[in-house]
């Protein structure tokens, strides 16, 4: 079992407010890759940074359509861990006790709502979502693997999931959310993220600056380390779900 530093504790105990900001290590212990380990068989002489743009689909629709409609549909085999779970716990947790929790994530894969966290914030879009290019119109995608790529809206128009591309904004109402969030939280916690996307990447900065105390959990250093207070170098999946634990353990 992990060991949870004491002051870590007091402060999660004792928080007004946190704020959590997750990216794909979250999921890695559902079994999804992380987005820079997605390229895996006919995908690794790929980059994902070069597929993961609207220069890629608009050069190559059927290439990039294929590449997360095979992600699509291994997500659909895919659970939330032990980590998803802790952090929906705590938010309940948290709003039992009058304070607030806010889950950012940079994830498109659902899980933390699946999970059965509320409201959470998703800066990137979702991989469960698709978009038709021209009407726009959006449908979520639960079915089997498309039968041409991309596939086609009635409307005729290409259709893409509706994820956020490098170089595309982000939705506007979700980066506000989170960066009014980090503004003034007690507590940020970093959680299996790399840390190098932005704006993402500038939440923990906001949050460090207005007063916040940093958690991050990686089992990697990232440049989130340096900043953080406590740097725990442990999968999300084993740490999580202690902190948790001893957090209820103890009466407030
Ligand atoms: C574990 C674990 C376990 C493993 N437990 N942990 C400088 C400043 C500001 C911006 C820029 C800048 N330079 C360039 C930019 C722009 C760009 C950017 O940030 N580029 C960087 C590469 C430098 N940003 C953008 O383009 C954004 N848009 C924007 O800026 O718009 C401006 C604009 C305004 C107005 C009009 C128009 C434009 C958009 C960014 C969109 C990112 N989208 C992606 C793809 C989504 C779809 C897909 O998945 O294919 O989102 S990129 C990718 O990175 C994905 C992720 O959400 C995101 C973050 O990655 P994440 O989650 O951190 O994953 P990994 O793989 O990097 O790391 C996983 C970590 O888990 C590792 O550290 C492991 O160690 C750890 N781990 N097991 C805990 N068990
Ligand atoms: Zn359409």
Redesign the pocket.
């Known amino acids: 079992m992990s060991s949870i530093p004491s002051d870590l504790l007091q402060t999660v105990r004792t928080a007004s407010s946190i704020v959590v900001l997750t ?4 999921s ?2 559902s079994g999804i890759p ?4 997605a390229m895996d068989g006919l995908w690794a002489r790929f980059n ?2 070069d597929l ?1 743009t609207p220069e890629a689909f608009a050069r190559d629709p059927q290439l990039v359509s294929q590449w997360y409609d095979e992600r699509r549909c291994k997500l659909a085999m895919c659970k939330p861990n032990p ?1 998803h779970l802790a952090l929906a716990q705590l938010q309940r947790w948290m709003r039992e006790h009058d304070r607030s929790m806010t889950l950012v994530t ?3 894969d659902r899980l933390h709502q699946e999970a059965g966290s509320d409201d959470v914030i998703e800066l ?1 879009g979702s991989l469960r979502v698709w978009r038709c290019t021209r009407c726009e119109k959006e449908t979520d995608e639960r079915g089997p693997a498309f039968e041409t790529h991309p596939p086609r809206c009635s409307c005729g128009g290409a259709r893409r999931p509706s ?8 939705p506007a109402d979700a980066i506000t959310r989170a960066q009014r969030a980090s503004v003034g939280c007690r507590l940020f916690m970093s ?10 990447a500038g939440l923990i900065d906001l949050a460090r600056t207005t007063g916040a105390r940093v958690l991050e ?4 250093v ?1 440049t989130a380390s340096a900043k953080a207070d406590w740097a725990i170098h442990e ?3 084993a740490f999580l779900p202690a902190l948790v634990q001893q957090l209820m353990e103890q009466a407030v």
């Open positions: 990216g794909a290590g979250v890695a212990e992380t987005f820079r380990d994902p940074e993961a980590a940079q994830n498109i990137h994820v956020v591309w490098f170089g595309e904004a982000l959680i299996g993220t790399s840390g190098v996307v932005y704006p993402a959990v990686n089992p990697a990232t999968p999300a999946g």
